[in-house]
Structures are given as C-alpha cells and as structure tokens.
C-alpha cells in the first residue's frame, strides 16, 4: 500500500475511506452489473464518505482534492467495481463544474449533500444552444451519461453562435431519458444512458464553459485560455482543466480492475494445479516470470502517473497553469497506464484456465470491464499519435490534451 503520509489529513482520509469501501464494493459488484446501477446501499456509502464530492468546491463543502489523491482513491474503488469507480470519475469531473457557477446556481446544483451532476458527449452537431431572453434554448440528444442514474442534474455540451462550445445544466426531470440503451459488455453498472431535450430553457446562471475551445493551445501559454473569464474559484485544483481529471481518474479505474485482477490471481495460483499435470502455477517459471512482469507493468504505471500529477500540481500552485509539456506527459502516461492495464488482466485471464470463465468468479467480469474501458476515448491510439507527433516537433492534431 503506497505511503500517503505526506499528503494533508483530508486527502489521506478520502484516500482510507476509499480503501475501506474497497470490499463492500467487491461484494456488491455482481448485484451492481445486474441491476445497471449502483445500488441503493452502495450510494449510500459513497454518499456517507463524500465520494462525490472530491472535487466539489470547499466552499460548497468539497474536499477540493489534489489529482494524485483523487488518482490514488479512484484505484481503490476499482479494485472493487470498475462501475462504481468509473461514476465516481466522471461525476467528479462533472462537479468541477461548480467552479464556473454563479454562487446561486452552484448551491442550487450542488447544495445537497447527496447531489450528483452527470453528463454524457454529443451525439452530433445538432446539439445546439440559441440565445433567448435570460438565457439559452437547448436542443440535443447526447450519449454515454455515465452515473446519470443517481443524478438530478444533467448537463449537455451545446454549440453556439459562432461554433463554440457550452455547457447547459438542467434538471434530470427536464430530460427524455433512454432507459433501454446501455447494453453493453462491460461497465454495466454505470448505466450510461442516452437522454435528449427539445427547445429546453436554460437559465443563462445554468451555462458554463468548461474548457477553452477554438485555440491553439500549443501556443496559448501567454493568452488566457477562455475559462478563465469564468472561472470563479482560485483554488489550484480548478487551473487543471476537467480533461486532466478524466484523463487520470480513467486510467486510476483500468489501474485499479488489473490491481485486482493479479491479486485474485496470485491466491488461485498459490492453491491450483491445473488439470493433466502435477505442477502448481506458483510453481510454473512461466506463471513466476508473467507475475513478475505484471507487477512492474502496474508499479511502474501508477509512479509515472503519480509524478506527473504532483508536478503538474506544483506548476499550477506557481505558475496559475500547467505547461503543454506536462499535459502531454499526462495525456501519454494516462493512455499508456490503461494499455498496460489491459495487458495484465489478459494475462491474469488466461493464465487462471478454466476458473476465469465462470461467473461465480470476478475474472470474467472484470475482463469485461477492462475491455470496455479500453475501448473508451481516453484509451485512443489517437493520444499516442499526438504525444508521439510532440515529441518529434509537430503540431500534435487532437483536442485531448
């Protein structure tokens, strides 16, 4: 268990709550991927830590979190359910939010101690917002709205006059929710619905920008990106923009099933031999070698992660932004620590032998999750490319660092 005790004492007591929700998870997971949901007594408990607060601004009673923290809690949920973890990211990465808010609309959002905001990605260009008196009429149907279950906010990203890009919130009550649309492979329990929303009036106090769009942002370090003529709290954590969140939450998720994965796999090995032959896995070189491997594949994965984290921490503590150069580290090790996840819960897979494909086992389930995170955006060959194309002096040509 990695040392924490060189972080404040709310960071390393989020970090212990999030460990110790770590079993009660593992035992929820299969009732969690049947019912496409987390679960009433599993919203309870991460509601009773502030799991969905971990970004929220202090001043609506969040831990304002450093990143390597939230990476660090992330993993520890996951070792128990990917869903859970994976809401958790992105519920997380919703309420940063609250930062752009006017102080009303934030406390109206966020207020409650049990509020979540969730929001999903365009489904094409007709996601459209036209100014209207007092504010913005929204039409749209965006997909993949992870944790919008549990949410009574929902959030839509609009593009506006001139083609930028903003962000309503509204009222979970004031969508079409399509229920029946998460049938997928892995990741079940999130159920990432579709909804959609036809000429909805938007209170102009209820849109935000959340990120700055149209610019280079390679040659923007001197120009004020244009989140930051909304952006009303000062706190470190909110110079990051939300992409860094989902860019480390997501990668603390894949980190977090392979952690897992090993481990359940190291106690099957230390207790199975496998049919036809007299040699136990813990026996096998070959079974010792693939450990060895997947052990420094994860070790080496989170450290990188970790560092990038802090030193991105500390540029924007001293400078008010990270450097393009640190965010590309990021956007790499983040892509990067989920390829290498995936490497190691296949092998877990394939090594356990015929254990791993019954249900009453987390081997399965948890290859379906880690396939179905590996398939999402921020696991992209694109990211590579981009980091690659930086580092050879190019323009890299992606929006996602």
């Known amino acids: 268990m990695p040392d924490c005790g060189n972080l404040n004492p709310g960071d390393r007591n989020l970090i212990a709550q999030a460990r110790e929700l770590t079993p009660l998870l593992d035992a929820a997971a299969p009732r969690i991927e049947a019912a496409h949901a987390l679960t009433p007594d599993v919203l309870d408990a991460l509601h009773a830590a502030k799991m969905f607060r971990m970004l929220l601004p202090r001043s609506l009673d969040g831990a304002e979190l450093e990143l390597a923290s939230f990476f660090e809690a992330v993993c520890a949920l996951a070792e128990g359910d ?24 934030a406390q109206e959002v966020f207020g409650d101690p049990r509020a979540v905001l969730a929001w999903g990605y365009q489904a094409g260009p007709q996601c459209r917002a036209e100014p209207v008196k007092g504010g913005w009429k929204a039409n749209g149907t965006w997909n993949f709205g992870s944790g919008s279950r549990h949410s009574e906010w929902l959030g839509g990203h609009c593009v506006v006059e001139g083609g930028a890009e903003r ?67 000062q706190g470190t954590l909110y110079r990051h923009a939300p992409m860094n969140v989902y860019q480390s939450g997501f990668a603390a998720v894949a980190l977090g099933i392979a952690r897992a994965t090993l481990d359940a796999f190291i106690a099957l090995a ?19 070698t693939r450990i060895a491997l997947s052990e420094a594949r994860l070790a080496s994965c989170r450290a990188w992660l ?3 984290l802090r030193a ?86 992606n929006r996602f660092i």
């Not at 994976?86 to 919703?94: E, F, H, Y």
């Not at 920008?209 to 923007?220: E, H, I, M």
């Not at 230390?270 to 010792?288: F, V, Y």
Request: a negative charge.
């Open 312 to 397: 991105m921490w500390d540029e924007c503590t001293d400078s008010g932004r990270a450097s393009f150069e640190q965010r590309v580290a990021l956007r790499l090790a983040a892509t990067y620590a989920i390829h290498e996840a995936r490497e190691v819960v296949e092998a877990s897979y394939t090594d356990a032998g015929a254990t791993a494909i019954f249900e009453a086992n987390s081997f399965e389930r948890r290859l379906r999750d880690m396939h179905a995170v590996s398939q999402q955006l921020q696991a992209g060959a694109m990211h590579l490319q981009s980091a690659g194309q930086y580092y050879l002096g190019l323009k890299p040509s």
């Open 82 to 105: 990917a869903s859970t973890a994976w809401c958790v990211v992105q519920n997380n990465g919703c309420a940063m939010s609250a930062a752009y808010l006017a102080p009303q609309a």
């Open 167 to 233: 962000t309503m919130l509204f009222p979970r009550a004031s969508a079409a929710i399509k229920g029946d649309s998460w049938n997928v492979v892995g990741l079940r329990g999130t159920g990432s619905d579709s909804y959609s929303v036809k000429d909805l009036f938007v209170p102009a106090g209820y849109s935000l920008v959340p990120r700055a769009t149209g610019r280079d942002q390679q040659q923007a370090a001197d120009a004020p990106p244009e989140i930051e003529t909304e952006r009303r709290e």
């Open 306 to 308: 970790l560092q990038i």
């Open 270 to 288: 230390t207790k199975k031999t496998p049919a036809g032959t007299t040699l136990a896995l813990r026996d096998s070189h070959w079974i010792q």
